[in-house]
Every structure is written in C-alpha cells, then in structure tokens.
C-alpha cells in the first residue's frame, strides 16, 4: 500500500484568477475547499456535477515531467489544480476513495488538460498534461488538509 503527501494547496479567489497557495485548506463534502470560487458557486447553484468536481488533485511528479519532458515551467499553481501530491498515484484513484489530511474523497475522473488551461499557462501545456493532468475528486467527508498532511487509500 502507499502513502503520499499534500505538497502545496491552491485556490482561485474569482474564475479566471491566479490562483494562490494556502496553508491550511476546509473541505467541505459537496462544496469544495471553503474560499474557493468554486465552492461559492456550489452554494449558489448545488448539483451532482459540481459536487463530483468539488477537489482537484495534481502530482508533484507531473510537474516535474513536464520541465523534464517538454521544458515547460510549471508550477503547481499555474496547472490551476486545487492540491499538489507527492507519491500519489492520482490516476489510479479513479472510483476509489482515499484520505487527504483529515477529509474524505472519491476520485470520480481524470483532469484532462483543456485549451483554456494552455491559454491561462504556456503553450505545450495541453500536450505534456495528456493524460496525467490530475483527478477530479467529490468530498465525502468534511476535514481539513495542510501541506505535509498524509494522503491515503482509505481502507
């Protein structure tokens, strides 16, 4: 079994902005990371769909492929990606629930890469991310995560 790490959490203050990194994140089942503007939208307008893309999740080593593979400077706040992992293998998550510091999640999808993202970022970025862009994940269970904290199966 593994176990990996939050690196780094990230939110976006309105759709469209830089997001920025915080040092302790609430997730809150069928919302989101409180603060986010995704998590506002959920209360404004709740559905099933929100709620299945209420977290998102990036690996640190994905990152690093992408300088490695393609040259791209990336960081983890520019793949607009709510949490950076290290030692997590996202896209293997998929339909499985997993621990992130104290909160509960299911992975529900893979993040593929989009034009929207390379226009936010660099270009090459929808190419380097094919296919290990990240993981939608739904909250199931309120808790709150920090950088450092365990991310794990659940068992």
Known sequence: MWQGRVIAIHIHKEEGATPYAIDEAKLVAGKGIEGDVNFRAAEREPSAKRADEAVTLI???????VKRDYDIDLTSAESRR???????????????????????????????????????????VLKALLHR????????????ARPGDTVEPRS
Do not use: W
């Open 82 to 124: 709510n949490i950076e992992t290290a030692g997590v293998p996202l896209n293997h998550l998929v339909g499985r629930e997993f621990r992130v510091g104290s909160a509960v999640c299911r992975g529900v999808q893979l993040c593929e890469p989009c034009g929207y993202l390379e226009k936010m970022t660099k270009k090459g």
């Open 133 to 144: 862009g990240g993981l939608r994940a739904q909250i199931l269970q309120d808790g709150v």
């Open 59 to 65: 690996e640190s080593e994905t990152i690093q492929a």
